[in-house]
């Protein structure tokens, strides 16, 4: 096999899996899939390059206020869409389409404010988009720091559940009534987790920047792609998200190397119906016991 | 005036008068104000109400959000469109098959995603939608890429070449039979099981309502307009590119939906009628445009989630009120005589060293209890003892780690919850398992669904065999009510009743489906001393005909009236069974559950 096929799938694999951990930290303790976290990504991107292209501003500085910036915007998503919904109606669906306008909101505000051309974002010095030959593969020094910062990502946010603050994201998530009784505020970690999922968002979006550049196509896309990879990883798995996001960068690499790049998410999407159709609750995940 | 109003807006058959005037002004309109512009519009509009019909059934209806219908779309239109032109098909086979491609490549994507929460589903249709798209442009040697396909004919009958007019006609035709069978569909059983889906799928499946399949039905049977729709789309415009079908098209159906009103009947077509007469306003801006669906979307999920039509009924029922008519239809007359009901041949329980784990926890140790057939039996014990756990186990809805549990006999280890509800296990909940919005007497049909035998086109078309079987269920559900004492509130939203009378319509929803095993969970919690009288009474007139009742309840003074045996369960295991006397005398049962003190054979006398 293409060793430089590989290094492709892993990168996007990695963004994948980055994608969809923002969705898992959302979907922990509230049970909603926020359909508009691929326009957050999107808007980590356009923030990024406005900082860090147009602007100037060093590059760790421009990524901390890009994620400010859409970690505030997801606040106002919780309390614009998602929170007066679940107000309603706990178990109640109304968030799918309401996130989804969300995502309409913002992805065509993004268009109207920033155009449809993409931005050029370079990476963070002494890091280069310019590959080496590394084992017999081109690689370059982001791309490798790219997979490294997502595999520490995934494991730090995996630590912090096991923390007691970590705990307390999953004892709502398992029972949002017994876990008010035992002085935990629901409404404050929903609020909590939309800015820190938003965060994770954007800074998914400032990464992706120099590889992917930042566009308005971004968030349909990544949407998706982050979607095939919580799905197949098991919703709320992160470790599970790592491994399917390598998964669906690979079937994309080789779909487009054996049929065409058009061809590319037909087949993403083939792979996840069939590993659905097999394990419902995706790779590593499990069925959630409580119904009645 | 007061009164002529009344008159009029009381009587049951203005409605169906004013729909038929509306039916023959919409056919005759082409004579007077035909022109060729007009007539393109009002067919293409024709279309698009047939996809926003069907796309309410599955959303309004079964509450499962698609949006990927405006590939189904593509896909009806594509295979028109190909078979046409490169396979001199004529229109009607060739529509016939649109209809299937739809609904069977609709089918294979969403069967992964029915077995998971609802939101996969819009994510799946959404990612489907995506590929048909890119497979429009992609796929050239099918669908000749961005050219699309051009010529394609206009359909023709005995030699006749359809017009413009035959076309508009043929499409308002179209929408008619589509909104009278889908009024049919939605009165049977199918309709009342798809709300039940969407709105308390645990009340569905106890009913013995198989979630995926009637999610499944639902979906073929609005992919199937869908690609009718297509196939219309395709000869009218007689010509099919992929621009469009492009991501926006499928928001578009969906808000059709939300603002006409999703789950009302008639929501779909004022959501296109809208959409149709503000075209200009949309034109001029056009940059803005999926800006304002989103917003449009958020504001109308959050003030007006019923929509235009839902506005309207508001408004009506407003009205009616303040000309002194009640809102509550009459309850319907039926041919059946209201006999007395008919006796039931209750099943044996059997539970042996049943078990169950909830993670480290042990809920059930080894729990074993017999109930012979057409007994009453009570499980008692302290919170926490596993009462609940035990009847989630017999009724399927927890998975069994250890043990057996017979009903007559057979093993019901390892059947989905809705086939045990099938073989004769009825059963409520702890809190009301109601379908508020529908009325009692609904919720109580809902019991009727496993025992009705008609299919989706039987019930869609009101066949006779249908209509008879629903007469038939429409007796049995309004016997029942009447035997728990609800016959004068048949007709209110069940979300209205107070949680007592809530207990009681549930109970007889369990047994309009005849269960000859019945599990009640805690039926007495929070009734007053006059319901629970009549709770007693009629436990035991359930008994009476023959149904073995087994309940889970803490009153012990109604367990004692009513019970032949009793099993006390304490963390997970049984302390003790037998005659209520001899349960409540044992010495280690007084202890665990009034504390040492007292006796519960005092508080049971």
Redesign the interface.
Known sequence: MDLDLLVGALTAGSLYALVAMGFNILYRPTNVFNFAQGDLVMLGAMFGATFITLLGLPWFVGAALAMLAVAALALVEEKIAVAPVLKNSASSHGWVITTLAVSMIFANLVGLGWGPDPIAVRPPAPLSTDTFELFGANISSYQIAVMVITVVLVLGVEAFYGTRSGKAVLAVAEDRDAALLRGINPNRLSSWSFFLGGGVAALTGVLAAPVLYASTGLGPSLLLKGFAAAAVGGIGNNRGALLAGYIIGLVEAVAAALLSPGYQLAATFAVMLAILLVRPHGLFGRAEARAV | MGDAARALIGSPRTRPALLFALALALYLAPFAVGTEYRLFIATQMAAYVLVAIGLNLLNGYG?Q?S?GHGALVAIGAYTVALAMVDHQWSFWPATLLAMVAAAAVGA??A???F??S???F???T???A??VG??L??WRELTHGFAGVVGIPKPGVLGHTLTSFDLYWLALSLNILALLGMANLLRSRFGRALVAVRDN??AATAAGVALVRIKMMAFVVSAAMAGLAGALFAVQKTVVTPDDFT?DFS?FF?LMV?LGGAGRLWGPVVGAVVFFLVPELLTALQ??R??I???A??LL??YA?HGLVGAIETGWKRLRTRLGLSNIPPAPSTAIARETVHPIAGAALSVRDVEKR?GGVSALAGVSLDVAAGTTHAIVGPNGSGK?TLL?MISG???IDGGAILIDGRSVVGMAPHRIARSGVGRT?QTPRMLPQLSVLDNALLGAFPAERQGAAAAALSLPRARREQMASLGDALRYLDFVGLADRAMEPAGELPHGQQRLAEIARALVGRPRLLLLDEPAAGLSLAELDRLGELIAAIGALGTTVVIVEHHLELVANICRSVTVLERGAVLASGTPAEVFSHEEVIAAYMGSHSSVGQAAS
Do not use: H, K, Q
Request: net charge negative; aromatic share 18%; glycine share 8%.
């Open positions: 509450g959000v949006l294979v994507m069967l992964p995603a077995r998971l609802t939101w996969y819009a994510l799946i959404l990612g489907f995506e590929v890119g497979l442009t992609e799928p645990v991501a928001i969906l939300v940059s803005w999926m800006l669906y989103g917003v979307l958020l999920m959050l989630p909830f609940t989630n809805f927890y998975p909940f």
